[in-house]
């Protein structure tokens, strides 16, 4: 996300992105990757798939973040969903023919998605993964040329991955979907608006998402909740604003300064599934 404070470790995505550097540079060296890699990744490097496929219920539970977690629950769970694809991933397409003749069969990933695996791939697994898919697109232009300009331009089109066939934008909609279920369950089995008590709370586009089937009761519930939770960054960064302006940032509470990028994420979901740099 870029900003892991608060997150508990497995969902710390700055520490999974330090984590991935050390199986790169192991893989590079050709020696064994890190011991604690098979927990994380949950297979080994060259799998390929969507990490959410075939997952218990009890797996799928710990996928979701613990109510402290400061960020939407499901868009944790999706971003860990897409960096775990994604170090398997750049791996794979260096490395094993069926995966690698999937990603050119696909037009690699969606453009976000592409500069999210270019920021876990070293230079060499770039070289090694790529020349296919530019190979295969430069046949598809050589067949375009003999086509009248605005016929070229239109077929051109199908040539760039977008969401609908892009592998990483799958496996981020099964996380996403897959978190979402667990968090209506606990719903179900609680009475009231238990279960985002406190620090737990949605983006706006996955409350839409586990309204979806809710009981009028739980989807009540779960409004309100997160009305209050909007009004409450309201006022948490009117204050902040006032002790910046009076120059009082000594004064500055941790929920005041967590509000302006919580009100963000709230409104348009976490930094990670939508940007690449982490650093800005």
């Not at 590079?28 to 098979?38: G, I, K, M």
């Not at 690698?100 to 090694?128: D, I, K, M």
């Not at 996403?176 to 089995?189: G, P, Q, S, V, Y």
């Not at 006032?242 to 509000?259: F, I, V, W």
Request: with cysteine.
């Amino acid at each position: 996300h870029g900003q892991g404070a608060g997150l508990p470790p497995p969902f710390d995505v700055e520490a999974l992105l330090d984590r991935a550097a050390a199986w790169r540079e192991a893989l590079l060296r050709r020696q064994p990757l890190p011991e604690d890699s098979a927990a994380v990744a949950g297979r080994e490097p060259g799998a390929g798939g969507d990490v959410s496929a075939a997952a218990s219920p009890a797996a799928r539970s710990r996928r979701v973040p613990h109510a402290d977690a400061g960020t939407c629950a499901v868009c944790a769970a999706a971003s860990v969903a897409v960096f775990d694809f994604l170090c398997r991933q750049q791996y794979a397409i260096g490395a094993d023919p069926h995966a690698r003749r999937r990603f050119v069969a696909s037009h690699g990933l969606c453009p976000p998605h592409t500069w999210h695996l270019e920021r876990l791939s070293s230079p060499q697994g770039l070289c090694e993964g790529y020349p296919a898919l530019l190979e295969r697109t430069a046949e598809r232009l050589r067949g375009l040329a003999s086509l009248p300009a605005a016929a070229a331009a239109e077929r051109l089109g199908s040539l760039v991955a977008d969401s609908s066939g892009c592998a990483a934008c799958l496996a981020q909609r099964r996380a996403a979907a897959a978190a979402a279920a667990d968090l209506a369950l606990d719903l179900a089995r609680r009475s009231g608006p238990a279960p985002f008590a406190g620090a737990r709370w949605l983006c706006l586009a996955h409350l839409r998402l586990l309204l979806t089937g809710a009981t009028p009761e739980a989807a009540a519930h779960l409004l309100r909740a997160h009305a209050r939770q909007l009004g409450n960054l309201a006022e948490s960064m009117r204050e902040s604003a006032l002790k910046m302006d009076a120059r009082r940032r000594a004064l500055l509470s941790e929920e005041e300064m967590r509000a302006p990028r919580q009100a963000l994420v709230l409104l348009v979901g976490e930094r990670y599934l939508f940007r690449t740099e982490g650093e800005e």
